[in-house]
């Protein structure tokens, strides 16, 4: 995407069912994420050539950060947020990203942005998300009702010093997430695991632990197994690495 003259930003990219890879992301007429306008496209060659961009809700400020998720139902819950607000939001799809429905938001008395979301064994769904509240821990949300309705957003006992998160349900079962540790600081960058659905994170591993700014993390697990990690090393760079939940566990003494 290259518009002349117009920024594009936070690009997602998800994976359908079909195959199709879905991309998400916004363009920002004006210098702000307030007025930012978001898209989506679809590919059905790997990404080799792309559908017509398509305006999704002509809400300006509606951001995606992390990728939708398949639910059980066969509905898409795509997780996003309004910047202006500083509010999370949940749209359901029920056709494939053909169509979106008016989506359900939650609001905290700070920030409470950018949700990932998984689906439990028992059909719920768990969102944790971005806040400057105090006590500088990420916000935790639960459906039970296939995203159509969230609780009001409480503190985890996990860290978050105003950064973002990303949750991925491995094949195994287990739930890998992406934080920053800290109630202060974009360091360290860690992976932790949990074997109960999302409630707990007993294993956890620093991939970045030094001085500098380790963010915005977004992961994906292959065929193989292999996890793959990609996140903002320093402002300076993207950094890409690759791990295997036996390599995390084996790390934790887990």
Known sequence: MDNPGISEGNPVLGRAPDGRLWLFYVTLPERSWSVARMFSRFSSDEGATWSR???MFFIPGWIPRNPPIVLSSGDWLLPF???????????????????????????ARGRCIQPTVIERADGSLV???????????????????GGHSWTE????????PDSAAALLRLASGAVLLAYNPSECRRT???????DEEGDTFPVEVALESGEG??????????AEGVIHVVYTW?????????VTEADLRAAAGA
């Open 53 to 55: 961009p398509r305006e």
């Open 81 to 107: 947020y309004d910047s202006a607000r500083h509010a999370s939001l949940f749209s359901l799809s029920p056709d494939d990203g053909s169509t979106w429905t008016d989506p359900c938001v939650l609001s």
């Open 127 to 145: 969102a944790l998300m971005r806040t400057t509240d105090p006590p500088h821990w990420l916000l935790r949300s639960t459906s039970t009702d």
């Open 153 to 160: 957003p409480t503190p985890t006992t996990l860290p978050n």
């Open 188 to 194: 360290p960058l860690a992976l932790a695991l949990s």
């Open 213 to 222: 700014e380790f963010s915005y993390p977004a992961m994906a697990q292959d």
């Open 234 to 242: 320093d402002r300076k760079a993207i950094k890409h690495v690759t």
